[in-house]
């Protein structure tokens, strides 16, 4: 009984009718990077700029200090990816023991993971804070990696604990009897077997990193280390309605992560969909 | 921890468990014939956790009744810190913004979400194309989709260019500036961005119904309504406890937005929890009214996160 008929076909030119309307925010925002000094208020705000230039974006490329995205971008990329790789070994050595082992322990401890997701994060903040500023991992890539690591880790042990206990033991055992030691048993065998699990903790890992802006403006406020979002924070701070160095700026920190997502959009969406579920 | 974990009382003091979880494996698990890693595998994660998430919550607690600026010694002041949150003003109007953002936000972006999956759902052939698009401002940072909406509720930016254009000059405000429509406007950034976010957990939601319930409610004559009503929407109840969980959770949180959109202006209109709790500890220095301000927060995320747990779980058919 549900057919494709003319009230389907209205149905399905009305939704991209919206989805270009939803989708407007980034014409503006395409058109106005793309327009020189000259033409940000001389051309309406709607029009296509007249003399399309990139100068906006070597603008943005020639912060200093604070402000220098380029830097922003090495250092973001370089925490998205430590913490990554933090999330996927912890989460999956601790995710594989706890949920391989049946001892009593290992139940208590799925839980504690589990209220730590719950437990809202501002609250630490604080005392996290004066801890790092204590010993000294304030300001540092390093001290990031291992923040963000521990604060994503019961999302990533969450995860990987679910697909464990979907996962059989044959694999394992067949290992074993052909004489694997624990550790071979794991690397060469789960982790491989592991990977949609893994798929699905980096993709939200990594945007979660990638996206984020409070934790970096306190723990790496007033140091020569920003990442992308608070570098951008300071420099459109800094440029007062240059709306063309603004819009080149938020392009650049876009255009990565759009990238991967239109590259990988079945993945995100299954990841968000399927993983935040649980 | 690690003393009675290979104990033999645990085994006497649990034995009904552990019997049944025998019967239920295809066999006993013994150590040294056949066993998974090591126990202490992982340990690095849950000192992690534990030091990153209980530790600090609690000591973060702590600080809520102390008047410590970060620097020297400090003093236990009781309940000093909430009664002097509760008598100001903009500490009042930033819990009601708080409150305000993240309600209409859920209201919006579930019922905005659940109207595009259903639009989505069946027959319709570029569905996942729409769906990618949709999709598209959820994988962006909120900062920089906020720089984006600024321009566009800037006085000289295209809301006020159109409106001009039609000729509804009366219309045309400094919207940001604005302390009556600043609020309207974060609540538009945030619904743009997160009702793609709505849309594929319905979407997923959806998938799931079998299309023979709904075709047979229509044979006995249910409109589109009633199907919906009674037979869709029971159905999808689990993505409906996910989304609006999910969102009251982060809508509470609501802090790049506004740094970026207002900083919290005009004239305190657009403050928030989060805000407060980052100029009060970070910018100004008072570490134990930020951790009051937090503490607030924490508790009013854990009392949304149970009354929407319950709320959608134990929900009678008739809902």
Known sequence: MFRYTKRTALREIGLWVLALVFLLPFYFLIAMALKPDSEIYSTSTLAWPQHPSLESFATALNGQGNADIVHGLINSIIMTAGSILGLVLLGALTGYVISRSTRRWSRGVYYLFLVAIVLPTQLGTVPLYIGARTIGLTGSVWGMIVLYTGMLLPLSIFLYAGFFRGLGTEYEEAAAIDGANRTQIFFRIVLPLMSPATGTVAILAGLIVWNDFFTSLIFLGGSENQTLPVSMYFFIGSLVSKWNSIFAIVIISMVPILLFYLFAQKKFIQGFAGGLKG | ?319
């Open chain 2, 1 to 319: 921890m690690s003393a009675t974990m290979y104990s033999e009382t645990e085994v006497v003091i649990v034995p009904k468990r552990r019997r049944r979880e025998q019967r239920q494996g295809t066999r006993p698990r013994r150590a040294g014939v056949l066993s998974f890693g090591h126990w202490w595998w992982a340990l690095p994660g849950i000192v992690l956790v534990i030091g990153i998430h209980y530790v600090a919550t609690a000591v973060g607690g702590a600080y809520a009744f102390t008047d410590w600026t970060g620097i020297g010694a400090f003093h236990w002041i009781g309940l000093d810190n909430f009664v002097a949150i509760f008598q100001d003003p903009t500490k009042i109007g930033a819990l009601g913004n708080t409150l305000f953002l993240a309600i209409a936000s859920v209201l919006l972006t579930n019922v905005i979400g659940l109207g595009l999956a259903l639009g989505l759902n069946r027959l319709i052939k570029t569905r996942y194309a729409l769906r990618v698009l949709f999709f598209m401002p959820v994988v962006l940072s909120p900062l920089a989709v906020s720089y984006i909406w600024k321009f566009i509720f800037d006085f000289n930016g295209p809301i006020n260019a159109i409106l001009n254009s039609l000729g509804l000059q009366s219309w045309v405000r400094p919207w940001l500036a604005d302390p009556s429509f600043a609020i309207w406007a974060v609540l538009v950034v945030i619904v743009w961005q997160q009702t793609g976010f709505a849309m594929v957990i319905y979407m997923a939601g959806l998938a799931a119904v079998p299309p023979e319930i709904e075709e047979a409610a229509a044979i006995d004559g249910a409109g589109l309504w009633q199907r919906f009503w009674h037979v869709v929407l029971p159905a999808i109840r689990p993505a409906v406890a996910i989304a609006t969980t999910l969102g009251i959770v982060n809508g509470l949180r609501i802090f790049d937005q506004i740094m970026a959109l207002t900083n919290g202006g005009p004239a305190g209109a657009t403050e928030t929890l989060a805000t407060q709790v980052y100029k009060q500890a970070f910018s100004l220095g008072n570490f134990g009214y930020g951790a009051a301000l937090a503490l607030l927060l924490a508790l009013i995320i854990l009392i949304f996160a149970v009354i929407q747990q319950r709320l959608t779980a134990s929900r009678p058919e008739e809902a």
